[in-house]
C-alpha cells in the first residue's frame, strides 16, 4: 500500500474522502496548484486514495509537481506529496510555447464550436429539438 506520510491521521478526514472516492473511476482536477497549505494537506489524502484505490487521475497544472505548493515556508509539508506524485503516477508536459489565451481573433475567424450557430434554438428558451 503506498501511503503518502501524513501528520495528523486522527480525524473524520480520510473516512469522508474515502468514501466520496469509493465508487470513482476517474478523477480530474483543472488547474492541480495549491498555494494554501491547508488545502495542500487536504490534496494529499485526496492522492492518497487515489493511490491506494489506483483511481486514474487527469489533471491539469501550468506547474510541474515540484511546484505544487511554492511558498518557502510550507514547501516541506507536501515534499512527500511530489515524490509520491512522482513515483506512482505519469506527469506529461504539453508545451505548445505559445499561450493560446492571449491571442485576438476577430469572430469572423474563430473556429470550433459556437453554441449559437450549431444549437440556435438553445439561446431562445426553447429546449425542443428543431426539425
Not at 55 to 74: G, M, Q, R
Not at 100 to 125: C, F, K, M
Request: contains cysteine; negative net charge; hydrophobic residues 40%.
Amino acid at each position: 500500500m503506498a501511503t503518502i506520510p501524513l501528520l495528523a491521521r486522527t480525524s473524520a478526514v480520510d473516512p469522508t474522502i474515502g468514501t466520496l472516492l469509493e465508487d470513482v473511476g476517474v478523477v480530474c482536477f483543472d488547474e492541480f496548484h495549491r498555494r494554501d497549505s491547508g488545502d495542500a494537506r487536504v490534496l494529499a489524502r485526496v492522492l492518497n486514495v487515489i493511490v491506494d484505490n489506483a483511481i486514474l487521475l487527469v489533471t491539469t497544472s501550468n506547474y510541474p509537481p515540484e511546484e505544487l505548493l511554492a511558498n518557502e515556508y510550507h514547501h516541506h509539508l507536501v515534499r512527500p506529496t511530489i515524490a509520491a506524485i512522482r513515483q506512482h503516477m505519469e506527469v506529461h508536459e504539453l508545451d505548445a510555447r505559445r499561450d493560446y489565451r492571449t491571442i485576438t481573433v476577430s469572430d469572423a475567424d474563430r473556429r470550433g464550436y459556437n453554441r449559437e450557430s450549431s444549437w440556435p434554438h438553445l439561446g431562445q428558451g426553447n429546449f425542443s429539438r428543431s426539425a
